[in-house]
């Protein structure tokens, strides 16, 4: 009788740049309540992404300009999002791969973040990409943490969608992201049994 002995590669660890990561109801954090994170980037060391539903109440994409006393007579107002909890005062850029500037990270090829005033002055000129968002923040975990926080009730990933990021209001990201994974937000419970 001959055997065979076939040997097994273990699979690549499971990165979620160009996913997006939605909080699961319930999850006790209320920073990240019905959140929409953009994943940009994670490897085995860390993790960053950017809330793409969360609407700061304080300043616009042109009150931010006048701020950083940057021309915006070619754009039109967009508000700007709270990217996260780390680093408040920093700013981001979600766009279109369709622009390319110093510093900029494409993220498999399904979107890109730029981090660098150039991108906000090409766009108050006219000429930056032709989709963007302005965030202020974003959200950060360390080597292994955002590994860990997946295996308990709190996130879920999926596919990450231009369409949801783009196309879709504010209000509806959160649970157009579960509808394009087959999944009714309205059948989600807050509280997590056992069988």
């Not at 494409?106 to 150039?118: E, F, H, I, K, S």
Request: proline share 5%; net charge negative.
């Amino acid at each position: 009788m001959l055997t065979l002995m076939t040997q097994t590669t273990p699979a690549p660890p499971p990165f979620l740049s160009g996913q997006f990561l939605l909080s699961m109801p319930g999850m006790g954090d209320e920073r990240f309540s019905r959140a929409v994170i953009a994943m940009c980037a994670h490897d085995d060391e860390s993790a960053l992404g950017i809330v793409i539903n969360h609407v700061r109440g304080d300043v616009d994409a042109r009150g931010l300009m006048d701020q950083l006393d940057i021309d915006h007579s070619g754009m039109d107002d967009a508000p700007v999002y709270a990217g996260g909890p780390v680093e408040p005062q920093r700013g981001f850029v979600l766009h279109s791969t369709d622009y390319e500037g110093q510093g900029t990270l494409n993220v498999a090829g399904r979107w890109a973040l730029t981090a660098t005033l150039d991108i906000l002055r090409d766009i108050g000129a006219g000429n930056g990409p032709a989709q963007w968002l302005i965030a202020l923040g974003y959200t950060g975990w360390g080597e292994g943490q955002l590994e860990r926080e997946l295996t308990q009730h709190g996130w879920m990933s999926v596919d990450g969608d231009g369409g949801i990021m783009w196309n879709t209001h504010v209000a509806d990201r959160w649970p157009r992201a579960f509808e394009s994974a087959g999944i009714d937000v309205s059948l989600l419970s807050a509280t997590s049994g056992r069988a």
